[in-house]
């Protein structure tokens, strides 16, 4: 079974930083891509960040420029660097990858918990 948990959320104040994890574990056979999306009151899930197996990153355009996506060296986790971070920002984030688990089974998304990241004016 493949679970997905994230840390480093928090309260910050505008113009701030914060650093979100995200760490896979379970059965996994390959991991072919991770990212971040995110949740604010009453809006639908959006596309934060996206990184593929060989480093290719993606964007939303609201992030651009503020927002570092990177995996770790133990290529099973992946991290956010959020700075420059405003009101705007304040959602739910969730890490989400495409595992493969087993050479039988075909790759599915997962998605962790989620973590409250808080901005203050």
């Known amino acids: 079974q493949v679970q997905l948990v994230e840390s480093g959320g928090g309260l910050v104040q505008a113009g701030g930083s914060l650093r979100l994890s995200c760490a896979a574990s379970?059965?996994?056979?390959?991991?072919?891509?991770m990212g971040w999306y995110r949740q604010a009151p009453g809006k639908q899930r959006e596309l934060v960040a996206r990184?593929?197996?060989?480093?290719?990153?993606d964007y939303a355009d609201s992030v651009k420029g503020r927002f570092t996506i990177s995996r770790g060296n133990a290529r099973n986790t992946v991290d956010l660097q959020m700075s420059g971070l405003q009101p705007e920002d304040t959602a739910l984030y969730y890490c989400?990858?495409?595992?493969?688990?087993?050479?039988?089974?075909?790759?599915?998304?997962?998605w962790g918990q989620g973590t409250l990241v808080t901005v203050s004016s």
């Open positions: 989400n990858a495409i595992i493969q688990p087993s050479p039988w089974s075909n790759p599915g998304n997962y």
């Open positions: 379970g059965t996994i056979l390959k991991i072919n891509g």
């Open positions: 990184i593929t197996s060989d480093g290719r990153t």
